[in-house]
């Protein structure tokens, strides 16, 4: 038979905890439990040792630089950043905070070489320790350059940088926005050379152009002015130039920035990419309309030169002066050449004169003539007129209403003899059919009556008058109805009983009492005969 387990909880007795006695493990009666040997070492809760590590660690590495490569990242949904740091024999867990990963000059991936800056302390909650980075950075410029030739192919593939999505420029914008700092030599220098070339209108959308929050302002700056609206207070640009001066990679990094390079390809207003130097290369150049060696290059790619505009303006003038004068000189000589291959206007009128006379010579004749034919033609009208006068007409009329009024006569007498047979003979049609009308009327009489009369003498044989002529009564109560039974007879209620040849009333006697006897002679209504009263 298996024994049930016992369960033996343990728990300190109050009585210890107040006297100050040593804390010890007990069984649920409250006995101590001596299962370990006596030891001089000072007992620790969990809680104790694990803040007593933390500080230690803290204090001992406080500030601490670490070199290794990324290995997970992971951005929590509250903004901090989780990461792994290793080398080739271990890793380390490394958080870093919302508010220094929202200052950060590049994402970390899996796979770069950076120097992490901050302190070692521990999570209690799982017993390990970490590093709790305050700065992030690259270890050389390699992991940078891997870091952005890695950018550089995925925004690639997704075809921010094709050719087919870049825009021409505008031969000479009427408003030129420009954002760079607006306390730097670049925005001097783009001024300065737009008025030597042509002066434009220029907004400038100030942002900072080195640090964290370089690649937030600039890619805002750009969809800003995309937002403005046509014909608002302040003017839409035409162009937009993002220009600074040269520097380090870690210093326009902010431009190789994916929101950056991706306000840029966004943008309906053609953009002109003028950061650093001509050997500097960023990704916001890649994904520019055009990309300038420098911010003045960007200004002379911006407008022409309007010297050079109004000097080809007066030799296209001095042109088109020239062509125009050659042209009328041209067809002057032309003119000369076919006014004196043209004949003179008295033989250009000649011929037709000639033909005027001929035709006026003719012309008497064919007058003649022509009067003759018409006289002919028109005699000829007039004898076919003749023919259709009204006259002839009414005649020729009058003959075909009087054969018409014969024909109309001679249909007329024969339609009335052929109603009159008709007539004669519907009439001795109406004859038989209302003598087969009456004898049908006479046999269906004949029948009916039969059947009432057989009808008759079913209901007079089921009538009660056959009954009271066989020699019975009916008794009728004071409401009229009949009385079925001795038994709904009552005393001294007076009933009508009806015979075949009429009724009497009569008063119902009471049982007990004796009955007077009447005579022979009586009959049933108080007269004379055989039978006495039905009530006494």
Same mark, same amino acid.
């Given at each position: 038979?298996?024994?049930?387990?016992?369960?033996?909880?343990?728990?300190?007795?109050?009585?210890?905890?107040?006297?100050?006695?040593?804390?010890?493990? *007990?069984?649920?009666?409250?006995?101590?439990?001596?299962?370990?040997?006596?030891?001089?070492?000072?007992?620790?809760?969990?809680? /104790?040792?694990?803040?007593?590590?933390?500080?230690?660690?803290?204090?001992?590495?406080?500030?601490?630089?670490?070199?290794?490569?990324?290995?997970?990242?992971?951005?929590?949904?509250?903004?901090? $950043?989780?990461?792994?740091?290793?080398?080739?024999?271990?890793?380390?867990?490394? $958080?870093?905070?919302?508010?220094?990963?929202?200052?950060?000059?590049?994402?970390?991936?899996?796979?770069?070489? !950076?120097?992490?800056?901050?302190?070692?302390?521990?999570?209690?909650?799982?017993?390990?320790?970490?590093?709790?980075?305050?700065?992030? /950075?690259?270890?050389?410029?390699?992991?940078?350059?891997?870091?952005?030739?890695?950018?550089?192919?995925?925004?690639?593939?997704?075809?921010?940088?094709?050719?087919?999505?870049?825009?021409?420029?505008?031969?000479?914008?009427?408003?030129?926005?420009?954002?760079?700092?607006?306390?730097?030599?670049?925005?001097?220098?783009? #001024?300065?050379?737009?008025?030597?070339?042509?002066?434009?209108?220029?907004?400038?959308?100030? !942002?900072?152009?080195?640090?964290?929050?370089?690649?937030?302002?600039?890619?805002?700056?750009?969809?800003?002015?995309?937002?403005?609206?046509?014909?608002?207070?302040?003017?839409?640009?035409? #162009?937009?130039?993002?220009?600074?001066?040269?520097?380090?990679?870690?210093?326009?990094?902010?431009?190789?920035?994916?929101?950056?390079?991706?306000?840029?390809?966004?943008?309906?207003?053609?953009?002109?990419?003028?950061?650093?130097?001509?050997?500097?290369?960023?990704?916001?150049?890649?994904?520019?309309?055009?990309?300038?060696?420098?911010?003045?290059?960007?200004?002379?790619?911006? $407008?022409?030169?309007?010297?050079?505009?109004?000097?080809?303006?007066?030799?296209?003038?001095?042109?088109?002066?020239?062509?125009?004068?050659?042209?009328?000189?041209?067809?002057?000589?032309?003119?000369?050449?076919?006014?004196?291959?043209?004949?003179?206007?008295?033989?250009?009128?000649?011929?037709?004169?000639?033909?005027?006379?001929?035709?006026?010579?003719?012309?008497?004749?064919?007058?003649?003539?022509?009067?003759?034919?018409?006289?002919?033609?028109?005699?000829?009208?007039?004898?076919?007129?003749?023919?259709?006068?009204?006259?002839?007409?009414?005649?020729?009329?009058?003959?075909?209403? /009087?054969?018409?009024?014969?024909?109309?006569?001679?249909?007329? /007498?024969?339609?009335?003899?052929?109603?009159?047979?008709?007539?004669?003979?519907?009439?001795?049609?109406?004859?038989?059919?209302?003598?087969?009308?009456?004898?049908?009327?006479?046999?269906?009489?004949?029948?009916?009556?039969?059947?009432?009369?057989?009808?008759?003498?079913?209901?007079?044989?089921?009538?009660?008058?056959?009954?009271?002529?066989?020699? *019975?009564?009916?008794?009728?109560?004071?409401?009229?109805?009949?009385?079925?039974?001795?038994?709904?007879?009552?005393?001294? &209620?007076?009933?009508?009983?009806?015979?075949?040849?009429?009724?009497?009333?009569?008063?119902?006697?009471?049982?007990?009492?004796?009955?007077? &006897?009447?005579?022979?002679?009586?009959?049933?209504?108080?007269?004379?005969?055989?039978?006495?009263?039905? *009530?006494?």
């Amino acid at each position: 038979m298996a024994r049930a387990a016992v369960t033996v909880k343990t728990f300190p007795r109050p009585e210890d905890a107040q006297g100050g006695l040593p804390a010890g493990r *007990f069984d649920r009666y409250g006995r101590r439990m001596n299962d370990r040997p006596a030891t001089n070492l000072p007992e620790w809760t969990v809680s /104790e040792i694990s803040g007593a590590l933390k500080r230690t660690l803290e204090e001992t590495y406080a500030q601490v630089r670490l070199l290794g490569e990324v290995g997970k990242v992971t951005v929590h949904g509250s903004g901090h $950043v989780y990461i792994d740091i290793k080398d080739d024999r271990s890793t380390l867990s490394c $958080v870093i905070w919302r508010g220094n990963a929202g200052r950060l000059r590049f994402r970390p991936e899996t796979g770069m070489e !950076v120097v992490a800056t901050g302190k070692i302390t521990t999570f209690a909650g799982q017993s390990k320790y970490q590093l709790v980075i305050d700065q992030l /950075e690259p270890a050389g410029v390699g992991a940078l350059l891997a870091q952005l030739e890695e950018r550089k192919r995925r925004l690639a593939a997704e075809g921010l940088f094709a050719e087919e999505r870049k825009q021409l420029l505008p031969f000479l914008p009427e408003v030129i926005g420009v954002v760079t700092s607006p306390t730097g030599a670049v925005i001097r220098d783009i #001024l300065h050379r737009l008025a030597d070339r042509f002066p434009r209108r220029v907004l400038v959308w100030p !942002v900072r152009v080195q640090g964290e929050t370089c690649a937030a302002e600039t890619a805002a700056a750009i969809r800003g002015f995309n937002d403005l609206p046509e014909g608002g207070a302040i003017p839409r640009p035409d #162009l937009i130039i993002v220009a600074r001066g040269g520097g380090s990679i870690e210093d326009l990094w902010g431009f190789n920035d994916e929101m950056v390079v991706r306000a840029a390809a966004d943008s309906m207003i053609p953009l002109i990419s003028a950061v650093g130097h001509e050997t500097d290369w960023t990704l916001i150049d890649y994904a520019a309309d055009r990309r300038a060696p420098t911010p003045t290059g960007a200004a002379e790619m911006a $407008v022409p030169v309007r010297a050079e505009l109004l000097m080809r303006v007066a030799d296209d003038r001095r042109r088109l002066v020239s062509g125009l004068m050659r042209l009328v000189d041209a067809r002057r000589k032309e003119l000369r050449s076919a006014a004196r291959a043209l004949p003179s206007p008295e033989d250009l009128l000649g011929g037709a004169r000639q033909r005027l006379d001929m035709a006026s010579a003719k012309l008497v004749h064919g007058l003649g003539r022509n009067a003759q034919r018409h006289a002919a033609k028109l005699a000829e009208a007039s004898r076919r007129l003749a023919r259709l006068s009204p006259e002839a007409r009414l005649a020729a009329l009058h003959a075909r209403v /009087e054969g018409l009024g014969k024909r109309l006569a001679s249909a007329k /007498e024969s339609d009335l003899r052929a109603a009159r047979r008709q007539a004669a003979e519907r009439r001795t049609r109406l004859g038989e059919l209302i003598a087969r009308r009456d004898r049908a009327a006479q046999v269906a009489l004949a029948r009916r009556a039969d059947r009432l009369a057989s009808l008759w003498q079913l209901a007079a044989s089921f009538s009660h008058e056959g009954v009271l002529a066989r020699g *019975f009564a009916l008794v009728l109560d004071p409401d009229g109805r009949p009385v079925r039974s001795a038994a709904a007879v009552a005393a001294g &209620t007076r009933y009508d009983v009806r015979f075949a040849d009429g009724h009497a009333p009569m008063v119902a006697a009471d049982p007990e009492k004796p009955r007077p &006897t009447r005579a022979k002679s009586e009959g049933p209504a108080g007269g004379t005969g055989p039978q006495g009263s039905l *009530f006494g």
